[in-house]
């Protein structure tokens, strides 16, 4: 049989035209011509050379005169079978091109020379798992599930400090008993180096980790040492669930709650759906795990989809850190106009003179986050975003946090010359603050300014830990992860700022920030406390979260997600749609509108709703106006939109105009 056509997915295919395309194999280079393997071709009138993956090869092609393919990139083929299916299943449920969803699975390009890097994982000598009573029975259950061989799902509900790390190393244990491999995703890499280390020194050269702040070389290290089988465990960020390892036994998300799990830009997946896909195919199991855990998960553990484990008592069996709360509207009044309270502030004073640490929390970074005239109340507006520039002592700059546009301040309105206010605090405000009250005190500022270099989180924590300052205060980088047996004393210095945004998702945001940053205060032996600030110390997610009660906010949450059909009830898909020229953003969120409303006639479960301008409207000078479709998310829905979606592509309306739906959206 003479196998001359390869069926190829193409780089340069957008989403209205992706579709398999055939070229002619030299006759020379049937040998190489296998599924799986990347090659070079001829595309489009000028037969610009782009990158394909072949998917199957064929006799012969239903089409005329066919080009030949120009070159091989692979000797070997990189993916198999399973990550082609994977792919296709990801076009119709992410709505993204076959070629983007198998980019994801690929290492990076490198030459094939190169050495591989010798890895320096040490196991440590005594590594042995002793799991106290309460991990022991959770365990004893998750091992039964792993050990069935059948694809099982289970929700791991442990409070902060209960150690469901150790649960996961002794699943691990088993898992490479069983002659199984296991993934464990975690939200960040950089913030979780402590739980990197506790792998590496269990399983040693075994363990590989996989995140996409690696250099090329060390990804493309990573993943030949995870293809070849030389690796059992890998421990990485979201992309890791698509980890090249064979025979996967379990998947492990940590924080499963975490936005960071959903991608952003194409393919536009949710690391636990695509865990789900492979635990299916392999009969593993997937552990999903939190402290708080998405109300999506905890309403499917609920109603039966996961299996449900609970972790109740703290590893040192002490309770909780008890929370103090601090009503900011009362220290004004009594003329106390500083960010930190008088709560706050006597309890530093404790720790400063006891010895002990603090960690203080607050969702901004730079100095001040609105500048405006206290004259005729002009702002500083980004002239390509529609968001109000943030102002940074640091170099004196006002700072576009969107596109990093920047201008220099002066004291003064560039309109009437009037005197400038600067409201609100960030990070850096907080810094000086802090140094007022406590001079000569050691703080580390922990954001997006102190951290741009390599290694930088590494270098600040381990600075902490041995005790070269008092005070971590950070962005949302010091929440979560972070085990310091020398904290007795967490600040939650504004617990409003995430809760008033416009967003179903706001309350469950901010209760797990709350709980999972408090949960950092008492995890030694010292007993801990916190302090919650907020102008309104009356919001029920506040007080919730003030007494850590998790089950309190789901029953409240899941009421009002009932209530309004909102997920996970119902299930919410995006149609963005984005072009520098806003009429033309408006005119085609309309037409879409109109063409979905046609297709979804009489089918009152499926509700539209928008066109509306996106929470930030414009970035970088291009408008954002999104439709939510509101429903039950199944492949006849997918369909529909994918296909209303091309056809608008199509549209002479749609040049300039970039659209994309967006299953999972998070916001
Ligand atoms: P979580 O991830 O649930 O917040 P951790 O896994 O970080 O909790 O555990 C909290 C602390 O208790 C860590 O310092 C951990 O080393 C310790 N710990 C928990 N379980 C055990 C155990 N079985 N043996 C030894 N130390 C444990
Ligand atoms: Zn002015
Ligand atoms: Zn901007």
Not at 277 to 282: D, E, G, L, P
Not at 577 to 583: K, N, V
Request: proline content about 4%; charged content about 25%; overall charge positive.
């Amino acid at each position: 049989m003479n196998r001359s056509v390869a069926k190829i997915a193409l780089s340069a295919a957008t989403y209205h035209i992706d579709k398999p395309y055939d070229y002619l194999i030299p006759s020379s280079d049937t040998e190489l011509a296998l599924p799986g393997v990347r090659v070079m071709v001829p595309f489009g009138r000028g037969n610009k050379k782009i990158e394909g993956v072949i998917l199957s090869v064929v006799t012969e092609s239903q089409y005329g005169k066919l080009k030949s393919i120009a070159s091989f990139v692979d000797e070997k083929p990189l993916l198999n079978d399973e990550n082609i299916k994977l792919a296709f299943w990801m076009s119709d449920r992410f709505f993204c091109t076959v070629y983007d969803a198998l980019r994801v699975m690929l290492p990076a390009k490198m030459s094939p020379k190169r050495k591989i890097k010798e890895r320096e994982y040490k196991k440590a000598a005594d590594s042995e798992i002793i799991l106290n009573d309460e991990q022991n029975k959770v365990y004893n259950e998750l091992e039964k599930l792993l050990d069935n061989k059948k694809p099982e799902a289970a929700l791991l509900y442990g409070i902060t400090g209960s150690g469901k790390t150790q649960v996961y190393l002794k699943l691990i244990e088993k898992t490479l008993q069983l002659g199984k491999s296991a993934i464990v995703l975690v939200p960040e890499i950089a913030l979780t180096p402590q739980t990197v280390k506790i792998f590496s020194s269990h399983f040693g050269q075994a363990v590989a980790v996989f995140h996409s702040a690696l250099a090329t070389g060390q990804r493309h290290d990573e993943w030949t040492r995870i293809h070849s089988g030389e690796v059992r465990v890998v421990i990485g960020t979201r992309s890791a669930v698509f980890a090249p390892l064979s025979d996967i036994g379990l998947i492990v998300i940590d924080e499963e709650q975490e936005h960071t799990y959903k991608s952003e830009s194409s393919p536009r997946y949710h690391a636990r759906e695509i865990a789900k896909y492979r635990v299916t195919k392999s009969n593993a199991l997937l552990l999903l795990s939190s402290a708080t855990p998405s109300v999506d998960s905890m309403y499917a553990a609920k109603t039966g989809k996961y299996k449900l484990f609970h972790l109740l008592n703290r590893y040192n069996e002490k309770g909780l850190p008890p929370v103090l709360i601090a009503d900011m509207k009362t220290e004004l009044a009594n003329g106390n106009g500083t960010t930190i309270s008088s709560v706050l502030r006597s309890e530093l004073e404790k720790n400063l003179s006891s010895g002990e640490q603090s960690i203080l929390f607050i969702n901004r970074r730079g100095t001040s986050p609105l500048v405006a005239c206290g004259e005729c109340g002009y702002t500083f507006k980004c002239r390509n975003c529609s968001v109000s520039m943030t102002y940074h002592s640091a170099n004196g700059r006002l700072l576009c946090h969107y596109c990093g546009f920047s201008l220099k301040t002066s004291d003064n309105c560039p309109e009437c010359s009037g005197k400038l206010k600067f409201i609100g605090a960030g990070t850096q405000k907080i810094e000086a603050e802090l140094l007022d009250i406590f001079p000569g005190t050691g703080i580390i500022r922990m954001d997006a300014d102190t951290t741009t270099r390599k290694d930088s989180h590494d270098k600040l924590l381990s600075s902490f830990r041995k005790k070269e300052a008092q005070i971590l205060l950070g962005t949302q980088m010091v929440t979560k992860g972070l085990d310091f047996e020398n904290v007795t004393l967490v600040g939650v210095l504004s617990a409003d700022l995430s809760l008033y945004m416009s967003d179903y998702r706001a309350n469950e945001k901010s209760f797990s920030l709350i709980t999972q940053v408090v949960g950092r205060s008492g995890r030694g032996e010292k007993p801990g406390r916190a302090v919650i600030q907020t102008f309104t110390p009356g919001h029920k997610v506040i007080s919730l979260a003030s007494k850590q009660d998790y089950d309190g906010f789901y029953e409240s949450e899941i009421a009002l997600r009932k209530a309004l059909g909102s997920p996970p009830v119902n299930d919410l898909i995006a149609v963005n749609i984005i072009s520098p020229d806003e009429s033309k953003v408006i005119k085609s969120s309309v037409a879409i509108k109109n063409a979905l409303q046609n297709y979804f006639r009489g089918i009152k479960e499926i509700k539209l709703l928008g066109p509306a301008p996106a929470v930030v409207s414009k970035v970088s000078n291009k408008y954002r106006y999104r439709l939510l479709i509101n429903c039950a998310n199944n492949k006849k829905v997918r369909e529909t939109i994918a296909h209303t979606v091309r056809e608008f592509m199509r549209d002479s309306l749609c040049r300039g105009v970039t659209v994309f739906a967006d299953a999972d959206t998070y916001d």
